[in-house]
């Protein structure tokens, strides 16, 4: 192979494209990673995972490594939605987690990982313009000496809601664009008006717990995950009188701030190092692109969508789609994946997005003024105390409502897996860590008979699965493609290996499975 040419680029060292490329190397492939700025950045974006990539970073134990934890993430007993408190208290099997971590962090380490691994990123080096073949890619970087062609088999596009990749492959990207200005920023608030709660309370307002809050001049946001830094944002809807050139200031967030709550907020210049956040968002996209492939080329992440950051939903999906598509790419590099594969990645994780998008321009609609808003928050919350109403709620916040079509009809498949624990202790998330698929053989070793051509590809490991179940086949994502409450769905399971896994190895797979060892 010429020394230009590598398997996989991928564009964007952010933390979709490091995610991917991690799930790349766990199964031997070695992708380059592109980024144009000199390092990981320190500006201060997402502030936490939510949803069920917490569990899926408890499969790979990135759980353990990001909060010292060492046993399985917790739900968490409640959560937000356009501001509106809702309890899961009673939500039996409540798939919502929560990772408070923020990104410039999460970046360092997922680099850091990326690297122990064999992935090779190349930071400072821009990519300028992609151009396809029948057989791969050619993509026209500029690095520290100078610009240089690079010619790779498949390239992911993990390079943000402005994609150059995916403009330059002209793919659609509809949507819709709301009205609004967001603007947020570290700040200093007095300690006298701080709540002991996580809130604040203002003169001539009252009481804004922690989070959203809306008010009839529109959205108030109060935060603080690291302690000292607390974060003030607002969101107008529409007919905002102000000039929005050249960059945000404090001033302008504390002009917001007072057409919002109708008074003026003490706020000041943020305490300690930085760097601090600051930024204004001029209107809120809410945006899909059309296809996630185009030949060899893959988009991730915010290159395929776009929404509101309201209740926290971002990272979540972009890091699925990462551990979505990385197994099934890597499968087609070392030569095993069926013919449909690759095209179950846009399948499988559009629908998700879409589910995403329409949750959260619902959320933005509800934080609009009016007393009609005010009227439908008002039988909204009353919805929400219900518990199949909140139950519904949860899954939709976690991701969890959609199941994959993986041609099983058990109840279970398509589902992420349940947080499984066997008799000696062990961990399903455990099994996962080295990303391959799983079988677990309840049926005192038939299911492991039947799947033994498999073994050099799949890990077969005899457990108890509860619930009397005789096996479960886990994809390396976490999900399940086949279930049987009993021993006789034998060629159920030989049809879902060789769906999702391909033919049964031969000898020379068998060698290159274990040299990737």
């Given at each position: 192979m010429a020394e230009n040419t590598v398997d996989v680029v991928v564009s964007g060292a952010g933390p979709n494209g490091l995610m991917v490329a991690s799930e790349l190397a766990l199964a031997g492939v070695r992708p380059v990673v592109?980024?144009?700025?000199?390092?990981?950045?320190?500006?201060?974006?997402?502030?936490?995972?939510?949803?069920?990539?917490?569990?899926?970073?408890?499969?790979?134990?990135?759980?353990?490594?990001?909060?010292?934890?060492?046993?399985?993430?917790?739900?968490?007993?409640?959560?937000?939605?356009?501001?509106?408190?809702?309890?899961?208290?009673?939500?039996?099997?409540?798939?919502?987690?929560?990772?408070?971590?923020?990104?410039?962090?999460?970046?360092?380490?997922?680099?850091?990982?990326?690297?122990?691994?064999?992935?090779?990123?190349?930071?400072?080096?821009?990519?300028?313009?992609?151009?396809?073949?029948?057989?791969?890619?050619?993509?026209?970087?500029?690095?520290?000496?100078?610009?240089?062609?690079?010619?790779?088999?498949?390239?992911?596009?993990?390079?943000?809601?402005?994609?150059?990749?995916?403009?330059s492959l002209d793919i659609g990207f509809p949507g819709s664009t709301a009205p609004t200005v967001a603007r947020l920023a570290h700040v200093h608030i007095p300690d006298e008006i701080r709540t002991a709660d996580g809130g604040i309370d203002v003169p001539g307002v009252g009481r804004l717990p922690f989070g959203h809050n809306r008010l009839d001049g529109g959205g108030f946001l109060f935060m603080e995950f690291e302690r000292g830094r607390p974060m003030v944002g607002t969101i107008e809807f529409g007919g905002d009188p102000t000039t929005r050139d050249g960059e945000m200031t404090l001033h302008e967030l504390r002009a917001s701030a007072r057409r919002v709550l109708g008074v003026d907020l003490p706020l000041e210049e943020p305490q300690g190092p930085g760097p601090h956040a600051l930024r204004r968002i001029d209107g809120q996209h809410t945006r899909l692109a059309e296809r996630y492939r185009d030949g060899n080329v893959f988009l991730l992440g915010d290159a395929a969508h776009v929404h509101s950051a309201m209740g926290g939903p971002g990272l979540n999906l972009g890091l699925?789609?990462?551990?979505?598509?990385?197994?099934?790419?890597?499968?087609?590099l070392n030569g095993w994946a069926p013919a449909d594969l690759l095209d179950s990645y846009f399948s499988e994780r559009y629908p998700v997005a879409e589910r995403v998008a329409m949750h959260s321009m619902a959320q933005t609609a509800l934080m609009a003024p009016g007393p009609e808003v005010a009227a439908l928050r008002t039988l909204f919350g009353e919805l929400l105390a219900q518990p199949d109403a909140a139950s519904y709620l949860a899954h939709l916040l976690a991701g969890s409502d959609v199941r994959y079509d993986v041609g099983n009809s058990h109840p279970l498949a398509g589902r992420l897996v349940p947080d499984l624990t066997f008799a000696d202790g062990q961990r399903v998330a455990e099994l996962l860590h080295?990303?391959?698929?799983?079988?677990?053989?309840?049926?005192?070793?038939?299911?492991?008979?039947?799947?033994?051509?498999?073994?050099?590809?799949?890990?077969?490991?005899?457990?108890?699965?509860?619930?009397?179940?005789?096996?479960?086949?886990?994809?390396?994502?976490?999900?399940?493609?086949?279930?049987?409450?009993?021993?006789?769905?034998?060629?159920?399971?030989?049809?879902?290996?060789?769906?999702?896994?391909?033919s049964a190895p031969t000898k020379r797979d068998e060698n290159q499975v274990v040299a990737q060892q």
């Open positions: 592109l980024e144009r700025l000199p390092e990981p950045s320190p500006e201060p974006k997402a502030n936490g995972l939510v949803g069920q990539i917490v569990r899926q970073l408890d499969m790979r134990g990135l759980y353990q490594e990001l909060t010292g934890a060492a046993g399985a993430p917790a739900p968490i007993p409640g959560w937000l939605f356009s501001g509106m408190r809702v309890s899961f208290a009673d939500v039996a099997d409540n798939p919502m987690h929560i990772l408070p971590i923020q990104q410039p962090r999460f970046v360092r380490l997922l680099d850091k990982r990326s690297r122990r691994l064999g992935v090779h990123v190349r930071w400072d080096h821009e990519v300028l313009g992609v151009a396809r073949s029948h057989d791969g890619v050619t993509v026209t970087v500029t690095g520290p000496d100078g610009p240089y062609d690079l010619r790779t088999r498949y390239l992911v596009a993990a390079d943000g809601g402005h994609s150059l990749i995916r403009k699925a789609d990462a551990l979505n598509l990385g197994w099934k790419l890597a499968a087609q080295r990303a391959r698929p799983l079988l677990l053989d309840s049926s005192g070793g038939a299911l492991a008979t039947a799947a033994h051509d498999w073994g050099a590809r799949v890990y077969i490991a005899e457990a108890t699965v509860p619930d009397g179940l005789a096996g479960m086949l886990i994809r390396p994502d976490g999900y399940i493609a086949w279930v049987a409450d009993d021993v006789g769905d034998v060629e159920g399971l030989r049809g879902a290996l060789l769906r999702w896994f391909g």
